[in-house]
Structure formats: C-alpha cells, structure tokens
C-alpha cells in the first residue's frame, strides 16, 4: 500500500516538486504517513480515509467571498461600464449571476449575464466518451466590451484556456479577466485569476467539491480525498 | 453508440440528447464564427451512389463546421461506374484512414452491410426503402420545435397524433419516421392507398388508414411524402390527379386539420401532386425549419458519435 502510493506520486512529475515541498503535511494527510507519526503530533483534523471530507467554506463564507469578488470586479473597472459576466456552465454561470446581484445591490447597476460552455473546445475531448455539451448563451454583443469569465474552481488552466478559445469565436472582447471561487493551485498551464473568492491549497489527488444552492441546494465548499490517479475539478 | 444505421437504434433518452444537442449547435448558425473545433482532425467521407442535394450537403456542412474534414464521393465519376463492387469501394475508402462513413445507397441494408467490413463509424444517409435515420432525426427535431412554441417544457411526444400521408412502401423516410416517433410516444397513423400500404404493416407499432379526410381533424402533425415519379406509371395509383383528389394535401383539407397543427414534408416537394402550393408555403408548414434543422441535427449526430475516445 505504502509501495504503490509512492509509485502513483512518483509518476506525476507535476506533483514531485510540492511533494518535496510539504511532505510533512503531505503525509498526514495521505494516511500511508501513519505509521512515521511521532507520539505527541496533532491530530489531524483533515480527512485520513478515503470517505472523509472535509468543509472548506459554509454558506456564510461564499456569500462574503462573493460580495467581496464583486466590489473587486467593480473596482478593477471603475464601474459596470461595458462589463459582461459570462459563466462556464454549470457553477459558473450561478456565480456569475450571485456576482451581477451584489453589483445591482451596490451601484444598481444591471451587468449583462451569459453562459459559455467550452465542451467542444477542451484538450481532452478524445480521452473519454463522449462529454455531454451545455448551454452558451451570448446576453449582449462582446466586441469591444471587458468580458469576466466567472467559473467554481481554478485548478490546471485547461477549462479557462477552451473558454478563451471559445470566447474567440463568439466576438472580440477589449479584455477577459478571470473570476473564479477556489483557486486550488497546480497549473499546467500559464493561466491566473483576477479575482479569487479563495485561494486552497490541495494535492493532485484531492477533489474540490463546490456546492450551489441553485443547483445542488446547499452552498458549500469540501475537499474529498478522490482518488490519486485522477485529477479533481 | 457506434454506428447509426437505424432509428431503431436510438432510445428516447439518446433521442432527447440529440435534440438538445442539436438546439445548441443551431445557436453556431447564427456566430460570426461558424466553427467549433470538436472533430478538428477527424475526417467523414460522404459515399453517396444515389443523388441527393439537401442529405449530402447538409452532412458536409455539419462536418466541417465541427471542423472535420470532409470528402464527398458520388458513383458518378468514381470507379463504382468501372464496375468496381460495394465492399471493394468501401475498403478502399475505410483504408485511406477515415473516422466516419456516410453511406446512402439505392440497396436496402448495404450501410449496415458497410458496418461489418470496416472499423470506421457508419452513418446511414438513406438505404433503398429502408430507412433515413438522420431524416427522422430531423424531422422529430423540427416536430419538437414546433410543439414548445406552445409547451415550452415538452419533453416527449405523448398523446399527440402525427399522419404520414403517401407512399409508405417504398418510403425510407416514413420507417425511420414510425420507429422514431413512436418510440418518442407520439401516436403514429400511416394514410396511403392500399396498394402503397406495406404488406406486414399490422406488425409496426402505428394505426393504417386509407381515408386521409377521417384522420386528418385529429392529427397535431401531417407529414406528406413525395409520391416517387417512378411510381406513378407503376400501377400504384390510375392517375396522379386522382392520387391528388385521394391523398394530395389540398386547399380545402387544409382547412379541415386541426388548429395549432403543421404540415411537414422530407421534400423534394411535388407541388400539385402530393402537396398544393397553399400548404406548403401556409403559414402553419414546417418545410423550411425541417431543411434549416438537418445541418444542426446532422451536427449533433456527429459530435455523438465521434466527439469522443474511441
């Protein structure tokens, strides 16, 4: 056990150097790390099996993370002038409009609200089956407009790469700035957010679960131990 | 789902992901951009050894709008008029790499033979009298369509009535039509004068009628189907004007269907035989939607069956 869960780490050379990093955290949290633990360590109060999880944000938390994200948006633009929130479906297009409320609420102002899927524009597409495709939906014109792409969580790049290549075809935005909730580090691509709800720092195998009340009926952010071999959100 | 040989291939939950799909890809028609990357790298030989104008290039817009690439080959000016046979024209073609074959062909099941010779994906685009899946496809799509104009929320086609009107036994489009529908819930009743009738026809999950007048008050949808010029000195029916008193969708029938129901029709269209000029450009005729819906159910198809891992 001990054996093979080194060897998974081992072939990930995108892990090796944060590995090398934190390994003391690293083996707590992985539980093979048990038997090394030395008498008089705290507990840790993370998940050591394969079933926990645990709660990073509560309901309260996303809320302040989004009115904070707002003002930012609002700040960074001077105003809602020519700014198009645009989701990538599903959390992000919740998001998206969570942020265009709190902007109502504190300039009354109406920020135009989409949806864009980049299904069709992923790097991926060939290594499984088919991807089921969501909803674009284009609330006004882009060109010429500062378009913020709002999505859960941050992670390799990969999604946020296809959505400026999708964004591409739809029109010619003047700019793209990134809003996403979690930034859960461990990039493979040279991709970063403007604004952030939360930076998490989480290992390759972990998986950021987001939950939305008008999608999954609870607001709430956990980390899930997953599995080492795939990637998380 | 590998192949699409058949209508009967399809569950009402692929259906429904189908049509849903489609939905998004009309969206592209509408872009500055028409292209989305999903096939980029992928490459559909259209194998077409009977005419077609709407089916071929519908198919080849589709293809290359999911930036596939596409070839397009006819019998004519190919080596199928040297005499070269089915089997050797498709393994010449599958050897050259292709992903995906198109196949219409004038023999009954030679797509699905096409299937057991190679390892690409077939799709079948009309085989003899058969069937055209993508046809029904289409057809399904446009008929949804329709119905959200005044149930935004249908899902399904249950309770509603649909008359397929014409020559039902050498029509392909009428097959992949019954099997679709019907799996869709949609109660499907076939007019055509007993000799167009198919022989077995008590066996397919439809109601048969040889009286258009008596069925048509109650139908929500009327699919005419092209009377085939071949047929009309076949002995099928004494002349076409008396196919036109009998089954033709005239002005004053027009008038006696349903409020709220459409007219549809594969095409090409026979205007003054099956269908008058008032139906087919009546306000309540869904022609033009089901010829604007073939490139983005076609789309749709596609993307399904090679949009992923193989």
């Known amino acids: 056990m001990l054996r093979s869960s080194f060897t998974a780490l081992r072939y990930r050379p995108e892990v090796v150097p944060r590995r090398l990093l934190r390994r003391p955290e690293e083996d707590l949290l992985s539980g093979t790390g048990a038997p090394q633990a030395r008498p008089g360590d705290p507990t840790p109060d993370v998940g050591t099996g394969s079933s926990d999880s645990r709660v990073v944000l509560d309901a309260d938390q996303i809320a302040r993370a989004c009115a904070r994200m707002a003002h930012q948006i609002l700040e960074a633009n001077r105003g809602a002038k020519d700014l198009v929130l645009m989701g990538i479906p599903t959390r992000g297009v919740a998001l998206a409009h969570r942020l265009a409320t709190v902007m109502d609420e504190v300039e009354s102002v109406k920020v135009p609200v989409g949806a864009l899927d980049v299904t069709m524009y992923r790097d991926d597409l060939r290594r499984q089956p088919t991807r089921p495709v969501g909803h674009t939906h284009l609330p006004v014109e882009i060109d010429g407009s500062t378009v913020v792409l709002v999505d859960d969580v941050l992670y390799s790049g990969r999604t946020v790469r296809a959505a400026l290549d999708a964004l591409g075809d739809l029109g010619r935005p003047r700019a793209v700035q990134l809003a996403v909730l979690i930034d859960r580090g461990h990039r493979e691509l040279p991709i970063h957010a403007d604004h952030v709800g939360k930076y998490i720092p989480t290992r390759t195998g972990e998986h950021v679960s987001v939950r939305l009340a008008e999608i999954d009926g609870v607001n709430q952010v956990s980390i899930e131990p997953g599995d080492p071999f795939r990637g998380g959100t | ?310």
Not at chain 2, 187 to 208: C, E, I, K, M
Not at chain 2, 277 to 305: K, P, T
Request: aromatic letters at 4%.
């Open chain 2, 1 to 310: 789902m590998r192949h699409l040989l058949s209508a009967a291939d399809l569950d009402r939950t692929q259906i429904t992901e189908i049509f849903d799909l489609a939905e998004e890809m009309s969206l592209v028609q509408g872009r500055p951009v028409k292209k989305l990357p999903a096939l980029r790298g992928r490459t559909v030989v259209n194998l077409f050894f009977e005419d077609s104008t709407r089916t071929r290039s519908s198919f080849e817009i589709a293809g290359k709008w999911l930036s596939a690439d596409v070839i397009n080959i006819s019998a004519k000016g190919s080596s199928v008029s040297k005499g070269e046979s089915l089997r050797d024209t498709v393994l010449t073609v599958a050897a050259m790499g292709v992903d995906a074959l198109v196949i219409r062909h004038h023999a009954s099941g030679a797509p699905w033979q096409a299937s057991h010779w190679i390892d690409a994906h077939v799709l079948n685009a009309g085989d003899g009298t058969h069937e055209h899946p993508t046809q029904a496809l289409l057809d399904g799509f446009t008929i949804r369509r329709h119905l959200r104009r005044s149930a935004p929320d249908l899902v399904d086609f249950e309770g509603k009535t649909v008359a397929i009107v014409g020559d039902i036994t050498h029509s392909r489009v009428a097959r992949s039509n019954v099997l679709l529908l019907s799996t869709l819930g949609a109660q499907v009743t076939l007019v055509a004068p007993p000799t167009l009738l198919p022989p077995g026809v008590d066996s397919w999950p439809v109601l048969a009628c040889t009286d258009l007048d008596e069925v048509l008050p109650h139908a929500d949808i009327v699919m005419m189907l092209r009377v085939q010029r071949e047929r009309m000195s076949g002995g099928y029916f004494p002349t076409p004007r008396e196919y036109t008193i009998g089954y033709g969708l005239t002005r004053p029938r027009l008038e006696a269907m349903k409020s709220g129901a459409a007219i549809c029709h594969p095409g090409p269209m026979n205007r003054g035989l099956e269908i008058s000029a008032d139906a087919a450009d009546a306000a309540n005729s869904l022609i033009l939607d089901q010829v604007a819906a073939g490139v983005s159910v076609r789309m749709s198809v596609l993307y399904e069956l090679l949009g992923g891992a193989e």
